[in-house]
């Protein structure tokens, strides 16, 4: 059975004598093997946080129970009803007053109910009852965390892309600095070649600190926010620390190689 390529990839990143045949290959090559990296870890993450989905409604309603009382009181009114999209929309809100029939919709908004359709059939709620959360936790909590678990996919979506600029930014920089140091000693290499060692480098520290999302990064000693996304002191110190000694190695066996030959 022939080992898929990716595979190859990740045993010849921790093998100094191959490494540096993989730098030979394209800039598109070393970004995929990141990216492929980073989803994997990604995909572990979401499979160790989602036992804590089911336990939102719970969360939602002790929240609402740190308020002694939440008496929310207003009026609404509008000309034409909103669709989220316009096409096949999602989301409808109706302040009219005049009747609405649901077609595409997940969520209905009107003046009297919220008519929402997520994890299961269609339920109504009066909008009486949400504007007082305390006297309802238990619809409201249960609403609350249905809308979370309804906008979850575009949120995994999005920390996805910022996780990914995050790490793209680090490897550049990671590979940048190393290369510039390096030009100061003997294990020089061009930029490119430098910055995709720090792409295979940079496997081991994105994998424990993407899994390390899904209970605690207090240990990775968060720094700045790039994107929305913490950069973290442990990581990128570890990063900077594994493209080094992948220069360094890398230069040493292809020496190594070149005398034997």
Same mark, same amino acid.
């Given at each position: 059975?022939?080992?898929?390529? @990716? ?72 000309? /034409? ?41 269609? /339920? ?22 249905? @809308? ?11 920390? @996805? ?23 100061? /000693? ?56 594994? /493209? ?8 040493? @066996? ?8």
């Amino acid at each position: 059975m022939k080992t898929p390529n @990716f595979i190859k990839d990740i045993i010849y990143s921790f093998n100094p004598k191959y490494l540096d045949k993989l730098t030979n290959g394209t800039f598109g090559h070393a970004v995929g093997y990141f990216s492929m990296i980073l989803a994997f870890a990604f995909v572990i993450m979401m499979v160790l946080y989602a036992p804590q989905v089911g336990l939102l409604p719970g969360y939602v309603s002790e929240q609402i129970s740190k308020f002694d009382a939440i008496n929310v009181s207003g009026t609404a009114s509008m000309n /034409t009803a909103i669709h989220i999209p316009e096409d096949k929309p999602v989301l409808t809100i109706d302040m009219t007053g005049q009747e609405v029939k649901p077609t595409t919709e997940r969520v209905v908004i009107t003046k009297e109910y919220v008519l929402y359709s997520l994890l299961k059939g269609p /339920t109504k709620v009066g909008t009486k009852e949400l504007l007082e959360p305390t006297e309802n936790k238990p619809i409201v909590s249960q609403l609350l965390a249905l @809308f979370i678990i309804f906008i979850l996919p575009s949120v995994v979506f999005y920390s @996805f892309i910022a996780l990914w600029i995050k790490y793209f930014i680090l490897i550049l920089l990671a590979g940048t600095i190393i290369f510039l140091l390096a030009e100061l /000693t003997s294990y020089r290499k061009k930029w490119t070649k430098t910055v995709k060692l720090a792409c295979f480098a940079a496997g081991p520290v994105i994998a424990v600190e993407v899994i390390s999302i899904s209970c605690n990064t207090d240990w990775l000693v968060p720094l700045i926010h790039v994107v929305g996304v913490p950069i973290y002191l442990v990581g990128s110190v570890a990063l900077l620390i594994l /493209t080094g000694i992948t220069v360094v190695l890398t230069h040493y @066996f292809k020496a190594k190689d070149g005398a034997h030959k």
